[in-house]
């Protein structure tokens, strides 16, 4: 076999289809790495940070529009369908997120709202309401 086939990291490469870029970040977060995620959906390109099991940055692309922080990161979750792949990050990334600790709860709760008016956008808004947090 040949040794030049394989690349210089330690670890295994995967193409895992089915598996949502939510449940990924939480692997992610749960084993403490360092990673930036780039994230591709039709026309759109985002990227998370994550840094000792906290998401840091999140930016997204759109339409020759960007976003970050928060409101990138909330946009990227509610994306259901796409690409995605990992880097290790080198050097330093400007923190955009600070307050992560409901993080992932907030995401799910985004993502159950856009589904909710996927389903049906004129009828659902009391359903919207009844959310919780205010995103």
Do not use: C, H
């Not at 690409?83 to 992932?104: A, C, H, P, Q, V």
């Amino acid at each position: 076999m040949d040794k030049n086939n394989f690349s210089s990291f330690e670890g295994f490469s995967a193409t895992i289809n089915g598996i949502s870029i939510f449940d990924y970040l939480q692997l992610i977060i749960m084993t403490n790495k360092r990673k930036l995620v780039e994230i591709k959906s039709k026309n759109k390109l985002g990227y998370i940070a994550i840094k000792n099991g906290r998401i840091i940055f999140a930016k997204v692309t759109e339409n020759n529009t960007q976003q970050e922080g928060l409101d990138a990161f909330l946009k990227i979750m509610t994306w259901k369908n796409g690409s995605f792949k990992d880097m290790e990050i080198m050097g330093s990334i400007r923190e955009n997120i600070k307050d992560t600790r409901n993080l992932l709860l907030v995401a799910t709760e985004a993502i159950d709202k856009a589904r909710i008016q996927e389903l049906s956008p004129e009828s659902n808004d009391e359903l919207l309401s009844e959310l919780p947090l205010d995103l």
